[in-house]
């Protein structure tokens, strides 16, 4: 069956009734869908012989026997092994990994960027633009944090990552990932997460698209725990969607891409390899909408740790440091009594990467523009600049909304290096230091004296 002629390509399911349509609700829930009738075993994973001559196979995002483990069983028109053949190494050159230290390149600072122009013929593959990386991707530790650059949809084309999990942040345009176990369909105030070796096809929907990528060469993301928070709040799991199953039966030359221990490499087949009819299981894209992200905060005085406005954590082998945490800062209420609201002045042994998807962020009044980046390097102090900290130190402290707000950051316990593209050619703020240049002397030793 050619399906070339229709919309996206792809023999969709039924789509599921209610607000859920095409997606199925639930963080890390176990899954069962189907897009023909029937094609979906019941009580076992591996028939003898599955509907519709399809073939079993499991896909395995952890090992057998670690806790919990993470699996989705696919039933398909080829198995997998007829989707990759001799492989040939390619460059991709703007995509980089860890470990990665460039002698010529200075890492140490905080560094701001402005957004980075998404110009000419660009794919998800070549318009990727890593701008830090961080611990070892042959290790499984650490992350890569990029800029994607997408004008143009990929063409019987194909990709997988072996290297790492990844987590998709727009910022501008919609983007479509045609996956082999359905399709998503992201916009900027959302997120995709793809799962390490899964197969898929980026398309444009409405372009130039840009945004940000945090490549997770560890353990998976997972919901933080709430601690005394509760039950509720933050980001809730019904709120995470899943795409119910999705096919091509499409016999046409391609091609599928594959980063393998940070290098790239290419192999030839002849047809779609995306090809499962049925899947079930809890290994699985999904997206999310960061307008449903609940923040909470000091309903008194002090400001709280940013650790609250984390969405999701990936766990390192250190209980309570993360190898990441993606954090959101939205709009959200502040009414603290007698306290600086705006993040503190600090420094700590995370590193911190910074995006801003629109508006202002708190503590930067200027400079911080959507689709740019900052990072604040481990042990690096940073804080508000003048403006944020003379407007915090004297502004009214009735109730207030702080609105036109949607910046996030990407939080590791490594440091982050720079690539030779951050430091070299993307739009770097030389004057980003200076932001703090004109803090004042405010110390008076009257006793008794404040501010």
């Known amino acids: 069956m050619n399906t070339q002629a229709l919309p996206t390509s792809m023999i969709q399911a039924p789509s599921l009734p209610g607000p859920h349509e095409g997606y199925m609700p639930g963080f890390g829930n176990d899954f069962e869908t189907e897009a023909l009738p029937g094609a979906l075993p019941q009580g076992m994973n591996s028939p003898q012989k599955v509907n519709y001559g399809l073939y079993a196979e499991q896909l395995s995002g952890t090992a057998f026997t670690a806790p919990g483990p993470e699996r989705t069983w696919c039933y398909r028109i080829r198995p997998s092994v007829k989707h990759t053949h001799r492989f040939k190494k390619i460059d991709v050159p703007y995509w980089k990994s860890a470990p990665l230290i460039d002698p010529d390149v200075i ?158 490499h290419r192999t030839e087949i002849g047809q779609s390899p995306l090809d499962i009819v049925a899947w079930h299981g809890n290994y699985a894209p999904m997206k999310y909408d960061l307008k449903t992200y609940c923040p909470v905060g000091a309903v008194l005085f002090d400001h709280p740790d940013p650790s609250i406005f984390t969405v999701l954590t990936a766990p390192s082998g250190v209980e309570g440091t993360a190898n990441i945490d993606f954090v959101l800062f939205r709009e959200r209420w502040m009414v603290a009594e007698d306290t600086f609201r705006p993040p503190w002045y600090h420094k700590n042994v995370m590193s911190e990467l910074m995006g801003n998807i629109y508006g202002i962020y708190d503590a930067k009044e200027e400079g911080f523009v959507p689709g740019g980046m900052s990072l604040h390097n481990m042990m690096l102090p940073h804080g508000p600049d003048r403006d944020a900290f003379e407007k915090a130190s004297n502004s009214n402290l009735g109730p207030g909304k702080l609105e036109n707000t949607m910046s996030f950051m990407f939080e590791t316990r490594f440091p982050q290096m720079l690539t030779p593209f951050a430091a070299n050619e993307a739009p770097l703020q030389d004057d980003y230091i200076d932001c703090w240049t004109s803090l004042e002397k405010k110390f008076d030793g009257t006793p008794g004296k404040k501010g």
């Not at 890492?107 to 830090?132: C, F, H, K, P």
């Not at 990528?213 to 995470?240: H, T």
């Open 107 to 264: 890492s140490l600072g905080q560094y701001r960027w402005n957004a980075v122009a998404a110009e000419g013929s660009l794919t998800w593959l070549t318009g990727m633009r890593t701008m830090t990386t961080a611990g070892d991707v042959h290790t499984q530790a650490g992350m890569a944090a990029h800029i994607y650059l997408v004008t143009e949809s990929m063409v019987d084309s194909y990709f997988y990552n072996a290297d790492a999990e990844m987590l998709v942040v727009p910022q501008q345009g919609r983007l479509r990932f045609c996956t082999e176990l359905g399709i998503i369909d992201v916009e900027p105030q959302e997120i995709a997460i793809l799962p390490r070796g899964l197969i898929y096809r980026v398309e444009v929907l409405e372009g130039p698209c840009r945004g940000f990528v945090c490549e997770n060469y560890g353990q998976k993301f997972q919901l933080p725990g709430r601690g005394p928070i509760g039950a509720n709040c933050m980001a809730n799991p019904r709120d995470f969607k899943a795409p119910v199953a999705a096919f091509e039966d499409l016999e046409v030359p391609s091609e599928v891409i594959v980063k393998w221990c940070g290098t790239f």
